[in-house]
């Protein structure tokens, strides 16, 4: 049980999923005048604490090593997050689904990289 001065731990899957709904979060995007990008691969490097739960298997918590667990307790593990689909895959079921939107951000990717200003955010963008 971690200490009261300390918050929970974090498992690794729980990290995982937090870090997937930030990026897939519309809210942290509404500002953004072109809200799509391409994510082709996020790596994670973790100071974890790995231990054995009876015949369950075992447990991976994530370290805040600020927090008064100390380096020799702690195994660094790296993480790569790779999508599912390519870019090119993800474009063309856009393409396939909302040629309107596909459109407009092909238009608003082809300003900045001309150095020009995207033109706003279009009606049909979440």
């Known amino acids: 049980m971690p200490p009261k001065d300390n918050p929970k731990p974090i498992g690794l899957v729980e990290l995982i999923y937090q870090v997937k709904r930030e990026l897939l979060n519309p809210d942290s995007r509404?500002?953004?005048p072109?809200?799509?990008f391409a994510v082709d691969e996020i790596e994670l490097e973790l100071a974890v604490s790995i231990s054995r739960e009876g015949q369950a298997g075992i447990n991976i918590q994530v370290l805040n090593l600020s927090g008064g667990a100390s380096r020799e307790?702690?195994?660094t593990v790296r993480v790569k997050l790779?999508?599912?689909l390519s870019r090119e895959e993800l474009l063309a079921v856009l393409q396939k689904r909302n040629p309107?939107?596909?459109a407009a951000v092909t238009d608003e990717s082809?300003?900045?990289l001309k150095g020009g200003?995207?033109?706003g955010q279009p009606p049909s963008w979440p």
Request: no cysteine; glycine share 4%.
């Open 30 to 32: 509404k500002d953004d």
């Open 34 to 36: 072109v809200p799509l």
């Open 73 to 75: 307790d702690a195994q």
């Open 82 to 84: 790779k999508p599912l």
């Open 100 to 102: 309107g939107l596909f």
């Open 110 to 112: 082809q300003a900045l």
């Open 117 to 119: 200003q995207p033109s």
